[in-house]
T-cell receptor, first 122, second 111 residues
Framework: ETGVTQTPRHLVMGMTNKKSLKCEQH?????MYWYKQSAKKPLELMFV???????ENNSVPSRFSPECPNSSHLFLHLHTLQPEDSALYLC?????????????????????FGPGTRLTVL | KQEVTQIPAALSVPEGENLVLNCSFT??????LQWFRQDPGKGLTSLLL?????REQTSGRLNASLDKSSGRSTLYIAASQPGDSATYLC??????????FGQGTRLTINP
């Protein structure tokens, strides 16, 4: 596996179900992110993890619960969701700090995205 | 609050044409700007990243420019091909790690 992978790719769940989304990055990065992409709205940042520690929660409802057991894995635990939570959930990773490019140190923090999980809440 | 706007929302052109996609942002205090491509139902593929100190970046048929003072970026696609059909997203990085995205331009290249 290369890059950023996400499972499952598609998920249909009822409002009373509990499910989890999984993300794994194979890039050796130290930061991971969850984004939500709803129809007709820009991509929204949900959570940021640096070195397994959550550093940003963008006012996300508590029915979304992230978990980052190590710098390569990120989970999003879902419970009692609403139909309006139906969306494409994207995971990303990046290297925070300097990256050497052509002998120079560059602080780009370029984010690399997974293919997403298409979630439908009935 | 940073806002990113992409115009047009949708664009359809015949194959072979050169085209320009526009991105504007309201707060010029950005670290960098990234252009992404998204195919239907798929994740994002990073195309180009321009640091705030740079004016442009090129990759193959793609050229992205950045004018930070006026809050604008353009993505130029030369000699468009049907395989270029996708949604193109612009995102600015503000703060250490936060990306703020535009809503995208849906591009269709007609054979």
């Amino acid at each position: 596996e290369t890059g950023v992978t996400q499972t499952p790719r598609h998920l249909v769940m009822g409002m009373t179900n509990k499910k989890s989304l999984k993300c794994e990055q194979h890039l050796g990065h130290n930061a991971m992110y969850w984004y939500k992409q709803s129809a007709k709205k820009p991509l929204e940042l949900m959570f940021v993890y640096n070195f397994k520690e959550q550093t940003e929660n963008n006012s996300v409802p508590s029915r979304f619960s992230p978990e980052c057991p190590n710098s390569s894995h990120l989970f999003l635990h879902l419970h009692t969701l609403q139909p309006e939570d139906s969306a494409l959930y994207l995971c990303a990773s990046s290297q925070v700090g300097a990256v050497r490019t052509s002998g120079r140190a560059v602080f780009s923090n370029e984010q690399f995205f997974g293919p997403g999980t298409r979630l439908t809440v009935l | 609050k940073q806002e990113v706007t992409q115009i047009p929302a949708a664009l359809s052109v015949p194959e072979g044409e050169n085209l320009v996609l526009n991105c504007s942002f309201t707060d010029s205090a950005i670290y960098n700007l990234q252009w992404f491509r998204q195919d239907p139902g798929k994740g994002l593929t990073s195309l180009l990243l321009i640091q705030s100190s740079q004016r442009e970046q090129t990759s193959g048929r793609l050229n992205a420019s950045l004018d930070k003072s006026s809050g604008r970026s353009t993505l130029y696609i030369a000699a468009s091909q049907p395989g270029d059909s996708a949604t193109y997203l612009c995102a600015v990085r503000e703060g250490a790690q936060k990306l703020v995205f535009g809503q995208g331009t849906r591009l269709t290249i007609n054979p």
